[in-house]
Every structure is written in C-alpha cells, then in structure tokens.
C-alpha cells in the first residue's frame, strides 16, 4: 500500500464487527441473525461476513505457475470435421485439445465412436503435438485401443514422448462408478490398470497417465465433499495399483492427475479447487513424500447446463471457468452453451473459447497465483472442505477402499441421497435454474448444432464377465421442468395451441402485478403459457374473458388486502366458468374460505413447483 493509500484509509474510521452486527441486528427488526447465514450440502455453515483469515492456509499453485491451458472440445464423430474444427480452436486462441470417446465421462450425448489408427490420425492432422500443446484423451470402455493408437501416431510423426503434455486419463474406477460395472474384479484389472499406465510411462509420456476423475460425482447430484472424497479414494487407487505393479511411490505419484467439474457456484468452486491441492499433498506427506504440486484438470459443469433458455450456460460457464481458474487448474475445457443439444458448431465453440481468452487477457485473473490466499470466507470454506473430505475419505477407506465401496454400493448411495436433497431445492426453486424453474422464455427459439444429443453415446456395454455395481449416471438440474416444458411443446405441435393459464388479475394494477409476474414465471416453467386477464372488478367480465381465453385453468393474482375483499366471488364466478382454480401466494387465514370457493391449489415461494406443474399441464391441456 503506498503512502498516500495509507493517509487515506487513516481518514476513515474502521468499523468492527461488533458495530456491523448491531446493524445487522437493527436491519432484521428482531430476526434471527442464522437467516442469513445459509448452509451447503454437507451441511457446512457460509456466514455472509468474513474478517480477514488470521492465517492463510498453504498457497493453492498450478503446476506451472501463471496461466492455465485453455482446452478445446473435440467430439464430433466425423474425424475430418473434428480436425478442423480443431485447427479452428487452435487457431483461435486454444492452448490445446480434450478429445471425447462415446462412453467417457464426458461424453454428454456426443464423443468420437472409433479408436482406430487411420481415425486418430486423421483426427490429429496437422496438430503439432511435438510444440506441447496439451492434449487431453478421456478413457471409455468403447476406447480401449485409443492410447495404444495415440502413441502410434505420436511414434509416426517421428515425436518423442517426453515432450508432448498427452493426458491418457486412465480412469477404470471413475468408469466403473458411470457405467455400473467393471470389466473384471479390482485384484485383477489394477493389474491391467497398472501395466497399462507404466507401458506410457515407459514410452516417457508425463502429463496425466492416470486421471482420478471426480465429475461422475457431480454430474449425479454428489456434493463437493463427496467429489473430493472420490477423487481422493481413487488417486491412492490408483497409487497403491501402481506400486503393487513394480512402480517405485515417487514414478507412481508423477503418473496420475485429478479432475474436477466447476460449476456457477463461486464460493465453494474456488474452495473446492484449493482443497483439492491441500489434500492430494496430505495424501503425498502421508506417503512419505515431499508434496509437489498436482496436475489438476477442470471442465465447466454438465449438472448445471439447460436446454431451456440456452444462452444463459454461457454465464453459468464464465463463472466456473472463473471458479476454476482462481481456484487453480491447470487446464479448463468449457463446455459450449448449445451442448445439451448435442456437438458444438464452430461459433458455440467460439464462445466456449473466448469466455478463458477474455478472463485470460483482458481480466488477467491469472495474474496472481491462488488469489484468494489469506481471504478469510475463502480459507474457511477451504478448510471446512479439507476436514470434511478427510473424513469421507477414510470413511471409503475404512470400507475397503474405493473399489470395494463402489462394488457395495455405499458410496452410490450417499451420493443419491444428497442428490435427491438437491432435486428437492430444484423442484421448489430454492436452488435456482434461470430459464428452467426461474424466469423461463416460453417463445424461445432453437439452436443449431452439428450432430444431435445422442444418448446412446453416453452408455457402454458390460461384457459377460462383468462385475456389477450401481452407476451414477449424470442427469442436468434442469432435466424435469425440460420434460414438462417438452411435453408442452409436443401438444403445441399436435393441437397448434400451448397450454394456457387465466391470470384472474384483482383490483389495481399495483396491487395484482408482483403476484401476476410470480405466476406467469411459475406457469411459464412447466410450458403453460400464461394470459393475462382484465383490469376489472366484475366477476361477469372476469368470468367472460376467462371463457375467450380458451384456458381451462385459471390463477388469481392480487395483494392479501384484496384476496380478502374480492377472492371468493371472483372464485366462484370463475369455477362456475369452468376453471380449475389456482391462487398465488400464501393463503394465511383465508385457506378455508377459498377452499369453499373452490380453490384447488395453492403457489407460493418454496412450494413444491414441479410437483404442482405436472398436474396443471395434465389440467391446462
């Protein structure tokens, strides 16, 4: 801080904590202070003031300190199409490529369909491997020749190994959790695990052999907690499977990396990523090594991503991209916003790579090495994270280690029960999906991509000797409300009219429009197009512009104040029209009377709003 920094800050008073909370105190006019504090998955507290941290925790670096690696997506299954459009990313700011295999994690409705030397040498064409450019292999159980076919092309193009940064991303547990099986008993494949690796090790490639990849747990609904806990379990996996194979710990620890989904939530996000280098190094000390730091690989999140209202994924992506970069990857891949539909065109996947080039050189959030080192929300949230995936980790081991939980079931399990949490919120919009179950476009066009959503290429067969557990497939929040909002559309099609509600609108325009607009939102999310009635305090014309709407369900929206002057009759004029009956807001002491009046349903913040839609499409149709 320079001098004149310091006379100005002295000109100021500092306020204390205990002077923030007596206003705080004045503000909620008697309320609980725990209102605004609100609390993860986990269960972890997030306080909404944070003093500085009086002890920063160990720094949170990259590898290689500065920028991270700014990765392309490649998954088109044409490989001619993929390579340019992998020239195009390079040439467009890209540091380097993520290819994407039907049946890998990250396949999300696309990804290459064959491993075969003349397509990964047509898909490589012209991409200087031999300059570093990263380049990232995810593993599929419909892949199984794509590393020995990589190095064949590497060992074509005449390139030695050590100096290209090729991740392989050897990941059989992190498959096995996906597609519920494993292809032999763990005692044998960590044999087939571990020959495999070290024949790349060998061969002198460095940059992610092995590839402990946790974002099978978020893309199930898992929590952070859990993400870490995996990532952990599958890391000393992966360890132990090398060492018992012939490797020494310090070559076993150079072989694997970690991966991670960032997601919108950029508080826990950064916390995440930081955790995750402070744990993977308690892992190293506890194996008797120096910590060095991990390589860390991050994608933006599959979980979050809507077909509905599409363009707001590219928000969603600049925040975890933000979250990761802060928190420290090495590597990011966004996601493009239109991947719900399927493979990316060029100007997706434009987006997709400009939202890290101007976080990169315009915002330069890479500038400083783990920013928020020190900030004392940022170090608790660290920390609590740290604790509590310590202790969910020696929870799988304490069960036989990753393997013999999965094969249990019991790590599937919490992870199902925080995910069900999750869709609870969801249903109820206390965890907020912007175009899906918060402020939906009902008129929304769609968006072009190359190659459809193709749910077969997120599936792989088990073979015979398979060994069965349960999977954790990846579902999107938003997936319900796009099923009603679907739904919605087929009927459109079929009957060229959308189901519709009756806003029934009460008294002034001030006094029914917050609950209108509330209604309208609500209805609009499930794909029932909302009407707005008249300014009118007859129940005849009420009832009368009801019947010409030509809805069938009707809604009343107005203040508490003219609820209690005007609901009933206008109810049952509208009833007696044939509507099936809504009203927004609480009801409070007029339940009863509305009831009578012939009230059906009830909508108000916190109620179970998916659960409410489904019915009332069924009834709007």
């Known amino acids: 801080m320079s001098a004149n920094e310091t006379a100005i800050a002295g000109v100021f008073p500092q306020p204390t904590e205990e002077q923030w909370r007596k206003l705080v105190d004045k503000a909620l006019k ?21 003093a500085r941290a009086k002890e920063a925790g160990p720094r949170a670096l990259r590898r290689t300190p500065g920028r991270w690696s700014i990765l392309g997506r490649v998954d ?130 460095k940059a992610g052999v092995a590839v402990a990849d946790a974002r099978v747990v978020h893309a199930a609904g898992g929590s952070e907690t859990q993400e870490l806990a995996f990532a952990l ?23 694997v990396a970690l991966r991670f989904a960032a997601d919108a939530d950029e508080f826990m996000g950064v916390a995440k990523f930081r955790a995750a280098r402070r744990l993977w ?24 991503m809507s077909r509905r209202d599409p363009w707001n994924n590219i928000l969603r992506g600049t925040l975890a991209t933000f979250s990761a970069a802060v928190g420290g990857a090495d590597t990011i891949t966004v996601l493009p916003f239109t991947q719900p539909f399927g ?48 202790a969910a980790f020696q929870e799988i081991e304490a069960e036989g280690g990753l393997p013999a939980a999965l094969e249990k079931g019991s790590f599937q399990g919490r992870v199902a029960a925080t995910a069900g949490e999750r869709a609870k919120r969801v249903a109820r919009a206390r965890e907020k999906v912007i175009g899906a179950n918060e402020f939906p476009d009902i008129h929304e066009k769609a968006l072009d991509v190359l190659a459809p959503f193709d749910a077969s290429r997120q599936t792989a067969e088990a073979p015979a000797s398979a060994v069965r557990s349960a999977p954790l497939p990846p579902r999107r929040l938003a997936e319900p409300f796009e099923r009603l909002r679907d739904d919605s559309d087929a009927y459109a099609q079929k009957t060229g009219r959308r189901p519709k509600v009756f806003l029934a609108n009460l008294g002034t325009v001030a006094a029914f429009t917050a609950r209108a607009n509330f209604a309208k939102n609500f209805f609009e999310a499930g794909g029932i197009e909302a009407v707005f009635g008249p300014e009118t305090e007859s129940t005849i014309e009420l009832a009368a512009a009801f019947r010409e709407s030509g809805a069938k369900i009707a809604c009343l929206c107005s203040s508490d104040r003219i609820y ?52 009332a499409l069924e009834e709007a149709k």
């Open 76 to 205: 088109l299954a044409d490989a001619e199409a993929a390579n340019r459009l992998a020239l195009e990313d390079l040439e467009g700011g890209a540091d380097g490529l993520h290819i994407v295999f039907a049946g890998s994690q990250g396949a999300y409705g696309a990804g290459l369909t064959s491993d075969g030397d003349g397509t990964i040498a047509q898909l490589l064409a012209n991409i200087r491997l031999d300059y570093g450019i990263p380049l990232l292999v995810e593993a599929s159980p419909r892949a199984a020749h794509a590393a020995a076919a990589v190095m064949r092309h590497v060992d074509a193009q005449h390139i030695d190994p050590s100096i290209t940064r090729i991740s392989f991303g050897l990941d059989p547990l992190g498959l096995q959790a996906l597609h519920g099986f494993a292809p032999a008993p763990w005692t044998q494949a960590s044999k087939t695990f571990a020959e495999a690796a070290k024949t790349i090790g060998r061969a002198g490639y």
């Open 281 to 304: 190094a308690r892992v190293e000390d506890a194996c008797g090594l120096a910590p060095a730091p991990v390589l860390i690989f991050a994608e933006t999140a599959w979980r979050m």
């Open 30 to 50: 008697g309320g609980s202070f725990d209102a605004l504090v609100s609390r993860t998955y986990d269960g972890a507290a997030i306080a909404p003031l944070y």
């Open 564 to 615: 209690a002057d005007v609901a009933a009759p206008a109810a049952i004029a509208l009833r007696g029209a044939g509507a099936r009956l809504y009203s927004a807001g609480r009801p409070g002491e007029l339940e009863e009377t509305l009831r009578n009046a012939g009230v059906a349903e009830f909508i108000y913040v916190g109620c179970d709003m998916y659960d409410v839609l489904q019915h």
């Open 233 to 255: 379990a599958a890391g000393v996996a992966y360890l132990r499977a090398l060492t018992d194979n012939g490797l020494d710990i310090e070559t076993a620890r150079s072989l």
């Open 343 to 390: 493979a990316a065109d060029g100007f997706a996947r434009r987006l997709a790579r400009d939202t890290q080039l101007v976080l990169q050189d315009e915002s330069h959030i890479d500038a400083v090495d783990d920013p928020t080192s020190g900030a004392g929300g940022f170090e608790a949230l660290t920390d609590d994270l740290c604790a509590r995936a310590w």
